[in-house]
């Protein structure tokens, strides 16, 4: 018997059938030199043809360290303002999504000063498969100190627009639409020059009624994410519906021209690309977004937050986004933000403001410039909390 050396586990392609995974390396007992590797094939006859949980998880694992493309380029932590927002957020015992979910752009955006606050605590009764946010019922009433305390935050940073989304809530008679409002009266109370942008769940059950009290509440943008295409929400949105998702960005601009505000209220959508759609069923919900009036859509790469997560199913290039943001334009968007690294709330303010000026939208969507040393390429970096 040939002693055993550390376990190794690795993914090889094993022709069309399947996959293997390599057995446990050896050591040979007269050079001590490893044995070359063995690949163990699936055997349909044993597993029926389906990966067993060590080979799935041997998969995940290397999937989730390979080497990421080029232009995954983030900023690193610590530059510009991190460190004061950072402390702005301990200070008032605020949760965000840049955090919870793992966000690559955290170096950018605190940097900037900027975060996108998530209210009604870290815990989400929905399991999308490709979010990083906790999930559980978290059982609690909801912080009747939270809209005061964020509000503060928003005036301490000096935001002008503030964007605010939420885990899903929906164990609470109003899923949490009454936090949204009592937190879009208390920044405007504080800091009436700040714009307030609303990236709210879809209040599963109480649709009409949960929107009303947001809407009443008069956000400057109401934003629900579609995030996928219909074909893949049974699959990695098992609670979402497409359907709904469509009907809660098209009545919140009927609620508003009801509501009869001055100017309907901007609606806006992200999506995330590379969790197995094909380019032009992106193309399609483009067009039944523009059907519903939408005004502003981000489109951005799908990163696996950990090896519990959906795997990428590819890295969509950049020239790729860029066609599927001039498409949108083409349709008639106000603004088209589309980049491996954009997420729904990247630049919100620069999204609100091209989709004013329409001519500002590509502008608006570039990058920062940084220097190289300023830069890393994503997974290079472990997701931080700050
Ligand atoms: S893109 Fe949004 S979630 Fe990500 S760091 Fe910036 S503000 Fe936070």
């Not at 815990?123 to 059982?139: D, E, K, L, S």
């Not at 405007?188 to 109480?206: A, K, N, Q, Y």
């Not at 519906?241 to 806006?268: G, H, N």
């Not at 989709?355 to 300023?374: F, I, N, W, Y």
């Amino acid at each position: 018997m040939w002693p055993d050396i550390e376990v190794e586990r690795e993914p090889v392609k094993e022709g069309a059938r399947g996959v293997g995974i390599l057995e446990r390396m050896q050591l040979d007992p007269v050079t001590q030199e490893p044995r070359p590797r063995r690949v163990l094939p699936v055997d349909p006859g044993t597993h029926g043809g389906r990966l067993t949980r060590e080979q799935k998880q041997a998969i995940s694992a290397a999937s989730l360290s390979e080497p990421k493309p080029p232009w995954l380029k983030i900023k690193l932590p610590g530059g510009g303002r991190f460190a004061e927002t950072a402390a702005v957020v301990r200070e008032h015992g605020l949760h965000t999504i840049c955090e919870e979910g793992h966000c690559p752009n955290m170096g950018e955006c605190w940097g900037r000063g900027t975060a996108t606050f998530q209210i009604l605590g870290d815990t989400c009764t929905r399991a999308c498969r490709y979010c990083n946010v906790a999930t559980g019922i978290p059982g609690t009433e909801p912080d009747p100190l939270e809209p005061g305390k964020l509000a503060n935050a928003v005036h301490k940073m000096g935001i002008r627009h503030a964007v605010v989304t939420s885990v899903d809530r929906d164990e609470l008679p109003d899923k949490g639409a009454t936090q949204f409002a009592k937190t879009i009266h208390a920044i405007r109370r504080r800091s009436p020059g700040t714009s307030i942008e609303v990236l709210v769940p879809d209040f599963m059950g109480l649709e009409e009624e949960g929107l009303r009290i947001v809407m009443d509440a008069r956000p400057d943008v109401y934003a629900h994410n579609t995030e996928t295409v219909p074909r893949l929400y049974r699959r990695i949105r098992p609670k979402g519906d497409y359907q709904r998702a469509m009907w809660c960005l098209q009545r919140a601009k009927e609620m508003s021209r009801e509501l009869e505000w001055a100017e309907p209220v901007l609606t806006k959508t992200g999506l995330i690309a590379g969790m197995g759609e094909t380019l032009d069923e992106l193309r399609e919900v483009l067009v039944d977004l523009r059907e519903r009036g939408v005004d502003v859509v981000t489109i951005g790469q799908y990163l696996r937050p950990s090896v519990r997560h959906l795997p990428v199913d590819r890295y969509v290039t950049p020239e790729e986004f860029d066609d599927l943001a001039e498409y949108g334009m083409s349709l008639g968007f106000g603004s088209v933000f589309a980049g491996p690294l954009v997420r729904s709330s990247y630049k919100a303010e620069e999204q609100r403001r091209a989709a004013q000026d329409p001519t500002l939208g590509k502008m608006l969507s570039e990058p920062p410039r940084v220097s190289d040393a300023d830069l890393a390429t994503v997974g290079e970096v472990p997701a931080w909390k700050a």
